[in-house]
């Protein structure tokens, strides 16, 4: 994950997930499983939303799609972002050097499971919504939550994770703000010249 602050904003980019890749152990009603996106789910998702919301640690929104502070692609590797946040509270987290990673929301469209012997279940998720990528500022670890919505029809289960492999290093490239006085313009020699021309 790579964080650049400028001009009191924050670009953020890199891996929200990478595809095919075993997640860490998660735990839910039916026990310890692994998960896995297979590759092009997150391409199909794309295309049913091309306004997936941009939002810290889940909550507030700071953007989406259409209004181009957030940009999404998969490609060979797993889900990529890029987004730029003027958020005041984000930024001076960036510059603090406390952003943590990404992490999505998603409601499963298609799934299967496979039984091995001496291991965990291991979920694949053949085909997913994604309705929103968070940045984060608390530690992503395979963070594995589900929300369980009311509907008409049945219950809707919104799932969220982060997964700390995608993130990798982070890399911070952070502006150095000037103090306030530095920035005051300094007009002491003109007032030095003014003085003795009046004299």
Same mark, same amino acid.
């Given at each position: 994950?790579?964080?650049? &602050?400028?001009?009191? #904003? #924050? +670009?953020? %980019?890199?891996? &929200?997930?990478? +595809?095919?890749?075993?997640?860490?152990?998660?735990?839910?009603?039916?026990?310890?499983?692994?998960?896995? &996106?297979? +590759?092009?789910?997150?391409?199909?998702?794309?295309?049913?939303?091309?306004?997936?919301?941009?939002?810290?640690?889940?909550?507030?929104?700071?953007?989406?799609?259409?209004?181009?502070? $957030? =940009? $999404?692609?998969?490609?060979?590797?797993?889900?990529? #972002?890029?987004?730029? &946040?003027?958020?005041?509270?984000?930024?001076?987290?960036? =510059?603090?050097?406390?952003?943590?990673? *990404?992490?999505?929301?998603?409601?499963?469209? %298609?799934?299967? *499971?496979?039984?091995?012997?001496?291991?965990? =279940?291991?979920?694949?998720?053949?085909?997913?919504?994604?309705?929103?990528?968070?940045? $984060?500022?608390?530690?992503?670890?395979?963070?594995?939550?589900?929300?369980?919505?009311?509907?008409? %029809?049945?219950?809707? $289960?919104?799932?969220?994770?982060?997964?700390? +492999?995608?993130?990798?290093?982070?890399?911070?490239?952070?502006?150095?703000?000037? #103090? =306030?006085?530095? %920035?005051?313009?300094?007009?002491?020699?003109?007032?030095?010249?003014?003085?003795?021309?009046?004299?």
């Amino acid at each position: 994950m790579k964080i650049e &602050v400028r001009n009191g #904003a #924050a +670009t953020i %980019e890199g891996y &929200v997930n990478v +595809t095919e890749r075993l997640s860490k152990p998660i735990r839910d009603v039916r026990g310890q499983f692994l998960e896995k &996106v297979a +590759t092009g789910a997150f391409n199909s998702a794309l295309q049913r939303n091309d306004n997936v919301e941009l939002r810290f640690n889940h909550r507030r929104k700071l953007g989406d799609q259409q209004d181009g502070s $957030l =940009e $999404l692609r998969e490609d060979n590797i797993g889900l990529y #972002a890029k987004a730029t &946040v003027s958020d005041a509270e984000v930024v001076k987290l960036a =510059e603090q050097r406390k952003l943590k990673g *990404w992490s999505f929301g998603f409601r499963k469209l %298609e799934d299967s *499971w496979d039984k091995q012997e001496n291991m965990p =279940e291991i979920r694949t998720l053949k085909a997913i919504d994604v309705s929103e990528v968070s940045i $984060l500022s608390i530690t992503p670890a395979y963070i594995a939550t589900s929300i369980s919505m009311r509907a008409d %029809e049945g219950e809707d $289960l919104l799932e969220c994770r982060s997964n700390e +492999t995608a993130t990798g290093v982070l890399e911070y490239d952070i502006e150095e703000r000037k #103090a =306030e006085e530095e %920035e005051k313009p300094n007009n002491q020699k003109y007032h030095d010249i003014l003085t003795k021309l009046n004299a």
